[in-house]
């Protein structure tokens, strides 16, 4: 049986650079600026495979703001006193990989639609990793560096919002002609 009147309790402050919500912190930081430098190359290759005009504004828009969003964090890595020791993430590089991968045996609407598919899938693991960055540092004292996250966060939101209602309009010019 544990002895629960030794444990300390104590909730750690993330500001408090040896704690273990900063240490994750940084990670997470480290993480989505891999992730963010990685989608460049991946984005490229997107944009240049891509058919439908609306679907290649979409995606280089997505790399416009991705350059916007590596900014940031290397804003936020300085206001920190921070390295940007990058941390590779296994499941954006996996996804990536299969976007590449994609445009090499799809032609067409079909290539096009995978596009947003996989840009899809690339705006949500970003989403959940720039939500959970904002939980970690809210309620710290840091409002600079939560203020880039969130600004972050809004740009992220409005790209999905966009590949979002290419993909429904796409649907609906499908369901019509049939």
């Given amino acids: 049986m544990i002895n629960l009147t030794n444990l300390d309790l104590t909730p750690y402050r993330i500001e408090e650079v040896d704690s273990p919500l ?3 912190f940084i990670i997470g930081l480290q ?3 891999w992730c963010e430098n990685h989608l460049i190359r991946t984005l490229l290759k997107l944009e240049n495979g891509s058919i439908a005009r609306e679907v290649r504004s979409s995606v280089h828009a997505y790399l416009e703001s991705t350059k916007r ?3 940031r964090l290397d804003q936020m890595f300085e ?3 921070e390295e940007t020791n990058v941390q590779p993430c296994d499941p954006l590089s996996t996804l990536c990989q299969a976007a590449e991968d994609s445009l ?3 032609d067409g609407a079909l290539r096009d639609e995978r596009i947003l598919v996989f840009s899809e899938k690339l705006i949500n693991h970003e989403l959940r990793g720039y939500q959970k960055l904002i939980e970690l540092v809210s309620g710290t ?3 600079d560096i939560e203020k880039l996250l969130i600004e972050t966060l809004d740009e992220e939101t409005k790209t999905h919002q966009t590949f979002t209602g290419i993909m429904q309009l796409r649907s609906q010019k499908i ?3 049939a």
């Fill in 22 to 24: 900063y240490e994750s």
């Fill in 31 to 33: 993480e989505i600026y």
């Fill in 69 to 71: 969003h590596i900014y």
């Fill in 79 to 81: 206001l920190l006193d």
């Fill in 104 to 106: 090499a045996t799809l």
């Fill in 141 to 143: 004292g840091r409002t």
């Fill in 175 to 177: 369901s019509a002609a």
